[in-house]
């Protein structure tokens, strides 16, 4: 027996990367834009999902994705709101995974409805950590930070932070109740990610439902059609 | 429960490279932006590697501390916290040079000698 050696420098991701190429490719095929929706655990993602689908958004038909290790409760919740939501449960993985990656996004799209929707939004699993390094084939990523979380989390979690292009800040109604400087935490946010868009909200009151609901107009707004 | 996906993504990149050969060492380079715990990563890789042509794997790990550039004034530096507004122009047109990389480097595999044809 000898050694050989093997010279690979590969991202160790790329396998990950490939697949969520060909989500992207069956996406604008269907004309379909997508956003990655993540947060912590309870940071407030269904409830703001709930505030937003209450009323259409200018014409823009949306589907939802639900990504959760276990259940359907989310699911259940939107169902109410007459658009279409697919449940992911990612259970079935290595004792349940705690984020979605590229082949179980994959593993959905024969459930989701791409052809009479316009705008998918990919509910992650609630986790600040590794739904950042996992690309599903989204065209944009959008974050919850609730700021019952503390002013600190943008530094602890940078990767996450940096990758959106919006951070949604909710339960803005608590701020009464909290000792957490909200400037602080908006000035955490520009250190780790200058200039990211960032919408200030709450779900219970209603705050920045309309501007979250803009910034999803946009998004699909984007998209240059291919013509029918 | 970080380390834990990456251990599988590094152990099937190994996988795939190896063609069926026996793994001895796996060579990762890590950027500190990756938040990866280097003793949490061996520790998963170990387990992950299990039943593969991985098992049993020596896990190098090397280190790359972050490093940025500011393409507005072209200032460098190493930040000490994840701050990425430049400190010399307060641009937020900065590069990461380094330090946001997960790539497997390298593997070495075991081969069977080979014998030729008398």
């Not at chain 1, 780790?192 to 998004?219: F, H, Q």
């Not at chain 2, 497997?104 to 075991?110: A, G, K, N, S």
Request: aromatic share 4%.
């Amino acid at each position: 027996m000898h050694r050989t050696r093997v010279r690979i420098v590969e991202d160790a991701l790329d396998a990950n990367n490939t697949i969520a190429a060909a989500n992207r490719a069956d996406f604008d095929r269907h004309d379909v834009t997508v956003v990655n929706l993540m947060s912590a655990p309870g940071a407030g993602k269904t409830s703001l999902l709930e505030c937003v689908l209450r009323e259409p958004i200018d014409g823009v038909r949306v589907g939802v994705l639900e990504g959760d290790v276990r259940g359907s409760m989310d699911a259940d919740r939107l169902a109410s709101l007459h658009v279409p939501v697919v449940q992911l449960n990612t259970d079935p993985g290595f004792g349940g995974e705690c984020h979605l990656d590229a082949n179980m996004v994959r593993s959905a799209l024969p459930a989701l409805p791409l052809d009479e929707i316009d705008l998918l939004v990919i509910e992650n699993v609630g986790n600040l950590v590794c739904p950042a390094e996992f690309r599903v084939g989204e065209d944009a990523r959008a974050m919850v930070c609730a700021v019952t979380e503390g002013e600190d989390k943008p530094l602890k979690y940078p990767l996450m932070f940096r990758s959106c292009e919006l951070v949604v800040v909710n339960k803005l109604d608590l701020l009464p109740h909290l000792d957490v400087d909200l400037d602080k935490l908006l000035h955490h946010i520009d250190a780790v990610n200058p200039d990211v868009e960032r919408i200030l909200a709450s779900a219970k009151t209603g705050a920045g439902v309309a501007e979250w609901r803009g910034w999803l107009a946009e998004l699909a707004a984007r998209r240059v059609r291919t013509p029918a | 429960m970080h380390e834990l996906s990456i251990a599988g993504a590094v152990v099937n990149t190994a996988t795939r490279h190896a063609e069926g050969r026996r793994v001895a060492v796996v060579r990762v380079r890590v950027g500190r932006m990756r938040q990866v715990v280097p003793d949490s990563l061996r520790f998963c890789f170990d387990i992950v590697a299990r039943d593969s042509v991985c098992e049993g794997a020596r896990l190098e790990l090397v280190e790359v501390d972050v490093h940025l550039r500011c393409r507005a004034c072209a200032w460098e530096w190493l930040p000490d916290i994840p701050a990425f507004r430049c400190p010399n122009c307060s641009s937020a047109d900065v590069s990461i040079e380094e330090g946001d990389e997960l790539v497997v480097d390298e593997i070495e595999v075991e081969e069977a000698e080979c014998i030729a044809p008398g």
